[in-house]
């Protein structure tokens, strides 16, 4: 049964730091490209960053880049998302997405608010 289980998400001041995290299993985490989106209420899921396979690329929306990191641990099938310097507009419901061609999986989000 695959499972992408998202954590780490909560309440932050403006400026704060979270560290978001997403556990695989069911499938072979090592040859999946992983992804993290956040859909803001009343507004479409968008791609935040992305991670390759082995690593070694990633990719970060224009919003977030210097500002988020992702990275995983393909030896604890885990990717994660450094947050730093955050926004009143990075709240929103943050979703891990394993993606290859043919295949495509999401975990349940995780609710991250950037609120004084």
């Known amino acids: 049964q695959v499972q992408l289980v998202e954590s780490g998400g909560g309440l932050v001041q403006p400026g704060g730091s979270l560290r978001l995290s997403c556990a695989a299993s069911?499938?072979?985490?090592?040859?999946?490209?992983m992804k993290w989106y956040r859909q803001a209420p009343g507004k479409e899921r968008e791609l935040v960053a992305g991670?390759?396979?082995?690593?070694?690329?990633?990719n970060y929306a224009d919003s977030v880049k210097g500002r988020f990191t992702i990275s995983r641990d393909n030896a604890k099938n885990t990717v994660y998302l450094q947050m730093n310097s955050l926004k009143p507009e990075d709240t929103a419901v943050y979703y891990c997405?394993?993606?290859?061609?043919?295949?495509?999986?999401w975990g349940q989000g995780t609710q991250v608010t950037v609120s004084s």
């Open positions: 997405n394993a993606f290859r061609a043919w295949s495509n999986y």
């Open positions: 069911g499938f072979t985490f090592s040859s999946y490209a």
């Open positions: 991670i390759a396979n082995a690593g070694g690329i990633t």
